[in-house]
């Protein structure tokens, strides 16, 4: 493994001649960093399978470099994924698109479908753009864990789960924190596969059209599977106070050898001393930004358990709620 920083002299050239010799990199965006490989290669697509583990019927995103050449993997551009991409590209938003024949078929997992996506992480940008211009017509990139374990938001992260051969382009801390938004525009109306930072109402608001939620109908999608995001303690949400009497009992029991929970509260004080506690922000991007490094450093605790209080219910928290419900439900 190598961590190359990105800001280093040539770290972006270097990293783009090794996509475009159908190899792995690690890359930074502004969602999670994704382990890429040049779209346009079944073998260099069928690396990233093989290292997270992942099934290979499950479909990647093409990362583009600007909506030209996010086109050139459909077949059919709506004028519905014109108005998202033009309304917010670069940025945290994946458009599910009638693919192209001939194009990205492993990378796609079998669809007729390509979820495209252009990222506003300007180390990303630099590299689409400098593999670009190496003939590398997009990069394939699932975020950079092994499968059904947190997205990674530091380059440490990355080198937690892959500790083997890879290199990985170091562009700091991941901005959003969740994965980006999916909507699927290759139907006959638009459905959101996976909520993120980029709310519904902003998406409505630009298609003038209500935003239907996935259905039965909707192909499979690892970040979609329930059982995801799932550090090795085991998770429950609680509402703040069910979480309030519960650390009331373990402070009544009073210092623990080993304690049994770790705590992410938003609203509480810290508990009894020897609880490993962290404060989730109020804010919901705040607390976007930081919930995959906060879910992994309370697992680093040892604790068989995460208790974590159930984020509020408005649509800002939208995304953050989907994360830790799926955390809960492994
Ligand atoms: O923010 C992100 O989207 C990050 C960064 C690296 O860009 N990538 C990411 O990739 O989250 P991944 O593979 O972990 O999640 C991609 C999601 C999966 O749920 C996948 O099933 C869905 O996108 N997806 C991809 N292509 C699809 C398609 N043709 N139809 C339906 N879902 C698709
Ligand atoms: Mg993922």
Known sequence: MTILQADAPGAVAAAAAVLAAAELVALPTETVYGLGARADDDAAVAKIFAAKGRPSDHPLI????????????????????????????????????PRSPGMAAAAAGGQDTVGVRCPSHPVALALLRAAARLGVPGVAAPSANRFGRVSPTLAAHVAEDFPADLLILDGGACEVGIESTIIDCSRDKPVLLRPGQLGRDRIEAVLGEPVADRDAAAPRASGTLEAHYAPRAKVRLMPADALKAAVEVLGSVGGQAAPVAAVYSRTLPR??????????????????HELFAALRELDLTGVPLIWIETPPADIAWEGVRDRLQRAAAA
């Open 62 to 97: 093409v990362h583009v470099a600007d909506e030209a050449g996010a086109r050139q993997f459909a077949s059919v551009w709506s004028e519905r994924a014109a108005k998202l991409a033009q309304a917010f590209w670069p940025g945290p938003l994946t458009l599910i698109v």
């Open 271 to 288: 508990g009894p001393a020897g609880l490993p506690w962290r404060a989730m922000p109020n804010d919901a991007s705040e607390a976007a």
